[in-house]
């Protein structure tokens, strides 16, 4: 039996590093850094489940580039693939390269980047871009510097920063940055080949990356559809995607189709390490003029300056971030409550079987409610100097620093303290279990 097991692990291991060797061309950045040319993109995806399962197919048929956003919706299940994958032995960390983006409404947020790796449950991101050229830049490139100093993020990049009106943008990343972007990521395809943008980039030794590199769902199929590139595709017995992405591949271009069928996953990643059906696939130089004479610098998502100028002031958040956001008002509110005594709404909110530390003991919820109706304990004041909510299932803890005012005994006094509390749901309502206080030294 154990004979067997040591035999299949075996075989395992040899699949597992027969994908990693077939992930397709690596390139190297400016920078120095390696990353894979040909990777798998989750915008537009419906679930964190679905984006989980379509990664983890991704991963195990040997891709090693994956790309997803805040504004996506789905770090989490791409988090979980990496960590499934990785758990059952495809690959080391390492080994993987994952690129995220921060939304405009979160440049100025100093703890963008700690909340994007809880998302991901990953401690470091590859590849982190701004994801369009609009709200407060210059703060969100300082935290971003930061974060790759701290070890949070490998490399810097640049995201939607060739679009008209956002010049200035570009050229004050490159000019007045510490640590330069090496990516610009923008859409390109053979109808938007994007030849002056990419000069330009290959102007600061920056590699251009492609979204919608089929040309997205608002192309209708045209690249698809497409004479030469369906001609091409007859002469090579592959299909027209495939064409389309190893023209990308031979261009030098980084690419990441998004798919969440297995069967166009498998098909994408074929196109990409030069092999279909078992066969060497690669584009002749024919071909490849052909495809760049079909440029017409026709892009499909065609959003102005000015309209992105609207997605600063547009909030990101998942359901798992809403509900943590929501659950850290409930405790602010809690506090006014206290404040207020406000035992009627305090009431509602303690759980049953409620417990209170505090420095002079602890006590249950009957016990807390009339110490505060009372006034025997008065909390005048929480001054809230940072909190976070985690959220599990049904229980969540809330963990704050603050400086409390209170009058105990007729006599006020104001300690600094760390606040923990724990809150159980029942039906839609969030019942506070325990509150413990614990003094700062």
């Avoid at 008209?164 to 050229?171: D, S, T």
């Avoid at 995607?241 to 074929?270: C, F, K, M, S």
């Avoid at 049904?394 to 724990?422: D, I, M, W």
């Amino acid at each position: 039996m154990k004979t067997m097991k040591k035999i299949i692990m075996t075989m395992v291991g040899c699949i597992w590093m027969m994908a990693a060797y077939a992930q397709g061309p690596m390139v190297r950045l400016s920078n120095g850094v390696e990353m894979p040319q040909f990777g798998i993109g989750t915008f537009a995806v419906p679930s964190n489940e679905v984006c989980k399962e379509a990664v983890l197919t991704a991963l195990r048929a040997g891709y090693r580039h994956i790309d997803t956003a805040h504004a996506y919706m789905d770090e989490r299940g791409v988090g979980d693939a990496v960590n499934e994958f990785i758990a059952e032995g495809g690959c080391k960390r390492e080994d993987i390269w994952v690129t995220s983006k921060i939304w405009p409404s979160e440049y100025s947020d100093p703890t963008a980047i700690d909340r994007m790796l809880r998302r991901l449950n990953l401690d470091y991101v590859d590849l982190v871009y701004p994801h369009q050229p609009v709200g407060d830049i210059k703060t969100a490139w300082h935290n971003l510097e930061l974060a790759v100093k701290q070890g949070k993020v490998r490399t810097l990049g640049l995201s939607n920063f060739e679009v008209p009106g956002a010049e200035k943008w570009f050229q004050w990343c490159m000019d007045s940055t510490e640590i330069k972007p090496v990516i610009i990521q923008m859409e390109c395809h053979p109808y938007a080949q994007r030849i002056e943008k990419r000069k330009l980039a290959k102007k600061y030794g920056m590699k251009v990356e492609c979204w919608f590199p089929l040309g997205g769902a608002m192309s209708q199929g045209a690249l698809l559809k497409d004479p030469v590139i369906v001609k091409i595709a007859k002469a090579h017995n592959v299909s027209p995607a495939q064409v389309i992405l190893r023209w990308e591949i031979q261009e030098g271009l980084l690419t990441i189709p998004g798919a969440t069928n297995p069967d166009y996953i498998h098909e994408n990643i074929a196109a990409a390490q030069g092999e279909v059906g078992g066969k060497p696939f690669a584009l002749t130089a024919k071909d490849m003029k052909q495809i760049r004479k079909l440029n017409k610098e026709q892009r499909f998502f065609n959003a102005t300056y000015e309209q992105a100028k609207g997605f600063a002031k547009m909030s990101v958040m998942d359901a798992q971030e809403r509900a943590e956001a929501e659950l850290t008002a409930l405790s602010a509110k809690k506090w006014e409550w206290m404040t207020e005594k406000n035992v009627t709404e305090l009431a509602r909110l303690f759980h049953k079987d409620a417990m209170f530390v505090h420095m002079g003991g602890a006590w249950g919820r009957t016990a807390e409610l009339m110490t505060i109706e009372k006034g025997s304990i008065w909390y005048k004041h929480a001054d809230i100097h940072s909190v976070e909510s985690r959220i599990s299932g049904n229980t969540a803890v809330v963990y704050s620093e603050l400086q409390l005012t209170s009058e105990v005994g007729g006599h006020e006094v104001s300690f600094p303290f760390f606040v923990c509390e724990v809150y159980i749901k029942e039906g839609e309502a969030w019942k506070l279990l325990t509150l413990a206080f614990t003094k700062k030294s």
